[in-house]
């Protein structure tokens, strides 16, 4: 996982958050794959500091009234203090950006998705892992950073078990 010393880095979209958080049957392994390599230096996981807003509760508490549990928030919110975990902010050129990319970018619909875009772009981050299949998965290879290289979209099993895993279950879903 490593190349030339340095650390993989790796964009986490909101889902990835709560899959891992929530511990989703169908996530749960290839993210805790993931999030194990960065405990060990293997990686680096980059998010928009949007993923801090978008992960807002755990599934206990889809229906629950406010205020939300404390022992929820501490969860959610030490996630995103691992040193591991690099926190972008939402900086008036990322903005500038993921406006152009949704206005631009045909089957684009969340601007939530275009802000993840338009980071990873920024910052170079030439994989993005995400499981909307919706919004982002079909962009893969279709959008540049600001170096000019094509960033691919897919979900963590390409990460962790190969492209031929990660296609068969892609067409599964």
Not at 39 to 67: H, N, Q, Y
Not at 115 to 126: E, F, P, Q, T, Y
Request: aromatic share 10%; hydrophobic share 40%; with cysteine.
């Amino acid at each position: 996982m490593k190349r030339l010393g340095k650390p993989v880095r790796i964009y986490w979209d909101t889902c990835a958050f709560i899959g891992l958080l929530n511990g989703e049957p169908d996530k749960k392994r290839e993210l805790e794959i993931v999030y194990g390599f960065a405990r060990a230096g293997k990686v680096e996981i980059w998010t928009s500091t949007l993923s801090m807003i978008e992960c807002r509760r755990l599934k206990d508490e889809k229906f629950a009234e406010k205020p939300l549990s404390d022992g929820n928030d501490a969860k959610i919110s030490d996630i995103f203090k691992q040193p591991f975990i690099k926190p972008i902010p939402m900086a008036v050129d990322i903005a500038t950006t993921a406006r152009a990319l949704w206005r631009k970018t045909d089957g684009l619909n969340k601007y939530q998705d275009a802000v993840h875009l338009a980071s990873a772009a920024r910052w170079d981050i030439g994989i993005v892992h995400t499981y909307d299949r919706d919004d982002l998965l079909h962009l893969s290879e279709r959008v540049r950073s600001l170096n000019g290289n094509l960033i691919k979209i897919h979900y963590p099993d390409n990460t962790t078990d190969g492209e031929l895993f990660e296609y068969a279950k892609q067409q599964v879903k």
